[in-house]
T-cell receptor, first 113, second 114 residues
Framework: GAVVSQHPSRVICKSGTSVKIECRSL??????MFWYRQFPKQSLMLMAT?????????EQGVEKDKFLINHASLTLSTLTVTSAHPEDSSFYIC?????????FGPGTRLLVL | GEDVEQSLFLSVREGDSSVINCTYT??????LYWYKQEPGAGLQLLTY?????DMKQDQRLTVLLNKKDKHLSLRIADTQTGDSAIYFC??????????????FGQGTILTVHP
């Protein structure tokens, strides 16, 4: 099956700094990728749809200036959490569509101190 | 908007069958998915069913879809301790600008006892 990777798998940063998370489709091209956020013991909440070569589409309530998304190539989307605060601590998961199926990355655990 | 609901917990004995239920509200759903998430990991696609199908079987997994009642179930035969995880059902939007967007249920925590 299709493989999606994320880097880093976990990151700890200080409050006020920015963190970049990469999402790569390893064996297929993805014009569309998705970014989700998952709080402990909760479901996944879609944050934004990342479109190759165009602006991302953000879900209601997600600050686009805080969560910057760049999808510069058909195999890479990046999510940058700018000026991170402790409440941004969460598990961030990306996904990419291959055919009719959505494949998920292993997730990135972000802890903001 | 779309809503997907699951029961939160299921506990079974090793070797028994597990049935995880899911209901959804969006009648225009095209695909319905079952994902498995182990602690600290991403989501693993288990199986999916197209909305014009009633049933799909894949080894130990059987998916039943009742489109009239908007009810989806996942049956795991001969449940093993390695099946302990959180199981999410998700429905995919029909298309247009929402193409590919998934709405997830809350997840069902399956615990398998030896």
């Amino acid at each position: 099956g299709a493989v999606v990777s994320q880097h880093p798998s976990r990151v700890i940063c200080k409050s006020g700094t920015s963190v970049k998370i990469e999402c790569r489709s390893l064996d297929f091209q993805a014009t569309t990728m998705f970014w989700y956020r998952q709080f402990p013991k909760q479901s996944l909440m879609l944050m934004a749809t990342s479109n190759e070569g165009s602006k991302a589409t953000y879900e209601q309530g997600v600050e686009k200036d805080k969560f910057l998304i760049n999808h510069a190539s058909l195999t890479l989307s990046t999510l940058t959490v700018t000026s991170a605060h402790p409440e941004d601590s969460s598990f961030y998961i990306c996904s990419a569509i291959a055919g009719e199926t959505q494949y998920f990355g292993p997730g990135t655990r972000l802890l903001v101190l | 908007g779309e809503d997907v609901e699951q029961s939160l917990f299921l506990s079974v004995r090793e070797g028994d069958s597990s049935v995880i239920n899911c209901t959804y509200t969006d009648s225009s759903s095209t695909y319905l998915y079952w994902y498995k998430q182990e602690p600290g990991a991403g989501l693993q696609l288990l199986t999916y069913i197209f909305s014009n199908m009633d049933m799909k079987q894949d080894q130990r997994l059987t998916v039943l879809l009742n489109k009239k009642d908007k009810h989806l179930s996942l049956r795991i035969a001969d449940t093993q301790t390695g099946d302990s995880a959180i199981y999410f059902c998700a429905e995919a939007d029909a298309g247009g600008t929402s193409y590919g967007k998934l709405t997830f249920g809350q997840g069902t925590i399956l615990t398998v006892h030896p």
